[in-house]
């Protein structure tokens, strides 16, 4: 595989080409940019109930990295609790700006999808800002949107 | 590869395969400018003005010496209009402050350009923001363009300052300066220029351009980076308040009272780049060894053909259209987000610039986020721009 289909490979143009979850967005909204590059994606969560995200849609101009990568993060995240969410979000961004000294995969024990066929971008240090943008701009909303008592709250850690 | 005789450029020669089609960010570096810094690291390393030894004033000479380089480079009438600053940014940014503190009063008016880059942009907005003058855009026109009948639909008497490129990093637009400055002068405004983009590029005179100021950086025109020139004419520098504070800029310090040192000193404050001012000197050097009005005369051929290739290709959009032009073409392809063209051209080792190239209200009026853009320079032939077009008709295949 020559450099840049390491960076773009199938699955990527495949999501880039026909995103899953993008459609034009009203109601309540964040959006989120990369002012260097002016990329802008709009994301909204789909809440069922106070704590499962039915869906994350999202709309708005990017690269084919940053696209796919807020399509395959709209796939991984949609049917997750706020907590398993703010998980994989941690995960998928250490993933994705993995150092390869690293001796532990942040991938390790847990379902990335997609995502993994993103790895590609470490190669290149100038474009995992691209593909961590809709994950920085997920992680903030999940963070903003939890109410006082449930980050006190003692069920957060039975144990 | 060169179209001109330009003698030595030694990255450009370790890459041979490197398309470096990024020259209106920074320029690569002729062999002579690299050897000057060196040798005056090697020879002549000292602090400037400070010292009585032969060895400070042989760097005080040096650095004097690049001071009347530029002067006599650039058309000025002495060297004592010729402010060393540490760029473009840094040179309008200390005209914006000590321009507006010196002669506006609240309710004043500024006018910058549509085609403006955010280093003009800014330091005016920062400085009318904080003294309450106000900020108009002179738009552009369909073919990216200044028409001074828009300048005269925006003008009051409020209007003080004028400031524009004389060429637009975007749209590779050259600017009518001369006739924009008569405008501005017969209504007793100022005029000032962010040269940029220009001065290593086509030949280069104030008195000529009829501008009351003009910056410019070294990196831009072959030349080291961290340095750059704020030209002022003397009458206008001589009464400017001081920007920065520090040492070389004062005359007099006690407890009670500070005096300022003279022009251009007033506004150098802190010890100067010498390195960076030898080094330019030595760019200077090299430019004038190739006669400017040659090196215009290609470059200008290269923009018409750039301009002519990419409009043949299909679903491309070239911004700009500008009668005269410089050889800076900013495009977009259908299909293809600007930063993913950058990397496939990036793989065929093309290197060009994509974002929004600092120029974020051009870019809103011209409909897009972002864009890619290919500027050239000496360095560049018309094989550039055939590699260049090929690599484009492939990259829309690749990402369709």
């Known amino acids: 595989m020559n450099e840049l289909d390491i960076l773009y490979q199938e699955l990527i143009l495949q999501h880039y080409k026909h995103p899953r979850n993008r459609e034009p967005l009203s109601g309540n909204f964040i959006i989120h940019e990369n002012p260097s590059c002016g990329d802008s994606l709009r994301l909204q969560i789909e809440w069922e109930g106070s704590d499962r995200i039915r869906r994350v849609v999202f709309d708005g101009h990017g690269c084919a990295i940053s696209i796919a990568s807020a399509s395959i993060m709209t796939e991984l995240l949609s049917g997750r609790t706020r907590l398993e969410a703010l998980e994989i979000c941690k995960r998928s961004l250490s993933y994705l700006r993995r150092d390869p000294r690293d001796s532990m995969d942040p991938g390790e024990g847990i379902d990335l999808g997609d995502l993994r066929a993103l790895a590609g971008v470490r190669q290149f240090p100038l474009r995992v800002k691209c593909a961590t943008l809709a994950w920085h701009g997920i992680e903030k909303e999940l963070k903003s949107t939890i109410s006082t008592p449930k980050l006190v709250g003692k069920d957060l850690n039975p144990r | ?400």
């Open chain 2, 1 to 400: 590869m060169f179209t001109l005789k330009t003698g030595r450029f030694p990255l450009l020669e370790a890459n041979p395969n490197l398309v470096y089609l990024d020259n209106a960010s920074t320029t690569q570096k002729p062999e002579p400018v690299i050897r000057a810094i060196s040798e005056y690291y090697q020879t002549r390393n000292a602090n400037v003005h400070r010292a009585v030894y032969r060895l400070a004033e042989a760097s005080t000479y040096a650095y004097e010496g690049a001071r009347n380089r530029v002067a006599r480079f650039i058309g000025a009438s002495s060297s004592k209009e010729i402010v060393f600053t540490r760029g473009t940014t840094e040179a309008l940014n200390l005209i914006a402050h000590s321009l507006t503190r010196t002669f506006l009063h609240p309710g004043d008016v500024i006018i910058v350009t549509q085609m403006d880059h955010h280093s003009n942009i800014v330091p005016f907005w920062l400085a009318a923001r904080e003294q309450g003058l106000h900020l108009r855009f002179w738009p552009i026109t369909q073919t990216g363009e200044l028409d001074i009948q828009d300048l005269e639909t925006l003008w009051s008497e409020q209007v003080r300052v004028v400031t524009l490129p004389h060429v637009s990093n975007v749209l590779g637009t050259v600017n009518p300066i001369p006739s924009v400055a008569s405008f501005v002068h017969e209504r007793g405004a100022f005029l000032v220029l962010d040269a940029a983009q220009s001065v290593g590029h086509m030949p280069f005179d104030v008195s000529e351009l009829g501008c009351d100021m003009a910056a410019f950086s070294s990196h831009k025109m072959y030349g080291p980076m961290g340095i750059g020139v704020l030209w002022v004419r003397e009458q206008i520098l001589d009464s400017l308040v001081p920007y920065q504070g520090g040492g070389e800029m004062i005359a007099t310090v006690s407890e009670t009272d500070i005096t300022f040192n003279e022009p251009p000193y007033r506004f150098e404050a802190g010890t100067p780049n010498v390195e960076g001012a030898v080094g330019l000197a030595a760019a200077i050097d090299f430019l004038d060894s190739l006669d400017r009005e040659k090196i215009w005369e290609e470059e200008q051929k290269l923009a018409r053909y750039g301009a002519e290739v990419l409009s043949d290709i299909e679903h491309l959009t070239l911004y700009g259209e500008a009668a005269i032009r410089a050889p800076v073409f900013t495009f977009n392809l259908e299909g293809v987000h600007s930063h993913d063209l950058a990397q496939f051209l990036d793989s065929r080792s093309i290197a060009v610039r994509s974002g929004h190239h600092c120029a974020q209200p051009l870019l809103h009026r011209l409909g897009a986020t972002s864009a890619v853009r290919a500027s050239l320079g000496i360095c560049n032939s018309k094989e550039d721009l055939d590699r260049l077009v090929d690599a484009l008709e492939d990259a829309r295949r690749y990402f369709q």
